[in-house]
């Protein structure tokens, strides 16, 4: 039963977050964000993409911020990589984990990535092993698996067609992103069980966005469904800059609260987070949201 297990938080606020900020946060500022959120017991970090700094100029700084935050015992950072040049700086960098992402349509890989899915995939197929090589890891994620914003729903054999691929590379680690919040908990209940039936082997995680407040009830399906790594944005931050409307990503606060309720283990001290979101938002000037605010705040 998923509920025996432990809660594996993948905070992605350094990355999903910041890359939506108009205003450049300083590198420096972006490492001590990620040593709070070390401190609270974070273990997990996607630090940044790999991206053109033309496409999004926020994460132009993704190789100096990891000299400054790498050196933590125990924390394992992940870089989102969308295409070889991306990959190339990384591991030149001497990152440990990438996450390759592809998106579930050809709309939104065109959108986004400037190149059809199956470019993508030929791309992964290709360059797959050079990961190996370096002796990084190598994960999946696929955009828009839980919807796309105008193509809605994706059939499940194209996700199981992304998914074969990322396998024969040597990925085990795929994350399933709900990029602009539309996924629902039946939606979610019914996917999992038929990934991990296709796939035994797999650790899966789930992206989550938030529109309405759905972003956490989606967690706790997915949690009871066997998804035992949740991706989540200090103080909400995030949204995908290519999407038609905004949704904030699930904010790790909320996660942590509800998990702490349910007697889950996360590793993550909530008074700690909190010090950590406050700070976030010293830095980006975000007003407080309600709902994603700590409940025994006054
Ligand atoms: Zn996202």
Known sequence: MAKEQNLTILEVGPRDGFQNLVEFIPTEKKAQIIQKLVDAGVRYIEFASFVHPKWIPQLADAAELYSLIKDRPGVTYRALIPNEKGLERALEKGVKEVTWVVCATDRGNLANLNMTTEQSLEMIRRIGTRVKRAGAKFCGSIAYALGDPIEGDVPIEKIFEIVRVFRQVGATDVSIADSIGIASPLKIRKMFPELANEFPDVRWSIHLHNI????????????????????????????????????????????????????????????????????VRSIVGEKPKKQVGHPEEK
């Open 212 to 279: 309405l407040g759905l972003g956490i009830a989606n967690a706790l399906a997915a949690w009871e469904v066997g998804v035992t790594t949740l991706e989540s944005s200090i103080a909400g931050l995030g949204g995908c800059p290519y999407a038609p409307y905004p949704g904030g990503n699930v904010a790790t606060e909320e996660l942590v609260y509800l998990f702490n309720k349910l007697g889950v283990h996360s590793g993550i001290n909530l008074d700690k987070l909190m010090e950590a979101r406050d700070f």
